[in-house]
Nanobody
Framework: QVGLVESGGGSVQSGGSLRLSCAVS????????MGWIRQTPGKEREGIAT???????TYADSVKGRVTISQDNARKLLSLDINSLKPEDTATYYC??????????????????RGRGTQVTVSS
């Protein structure tokens, strides 16, 4: 079983930055892709950033250039740096993992594990 616990969300003003973190609390040796999904009530979930076990990263067009995903060498902590935040970035952000590689951020929507989420609110 894989335990994923997000942290780092909060309220920021437009143009600000945040770092979201995801602590992996259980063994996850078979995980091939980890990343971040976000959801706003009334909108579809969106896979925004992924990193495969070989280090390949992908980003959704909506965040490309403003977001960086990274993980530590032991793969126990996944991070997401978001810059130039916009009000439309307001959402609950979830850490997710799957047993296959992703190849694109959208693929992460089909995940095997997901955390409980952390809220990000961006005010104009």
């Amino acid at each position: 079983q894989v335990g994923l616990v997000e942290s780092g969300g909060g309220s920021v003003q437009s143009g600000g930055s945040l770092r979201l973190s995801c602590a992996v609390s259980e063994y996850f040796g078979n995980i091939k892709c980890m990343g971040w999904i976000r959801q706003t009530p009334g909108k579809e979930r969106e896979g925004i950033a992924t990193i495969d076990s070989d280090g390949t990263t992908t980003y959704a067009d909506s965040v490309k250039g403003r977001v960086t995903i990274s993980q530590d060498n032991a793969r126990k902590l996944l991070s997401l740096d978001i810059n130039s935040l916009k009000p439309e970035d307001t959402a609950t952000y979830y850490c997710a993992a799957r047993y296959w590689t992703c190849g694109s951020s959208r693929v992460l929507l089909a995940h095997n594990w997901r955390g409980r989420g952390t809220q990000v609110t961006v005010s104009s």
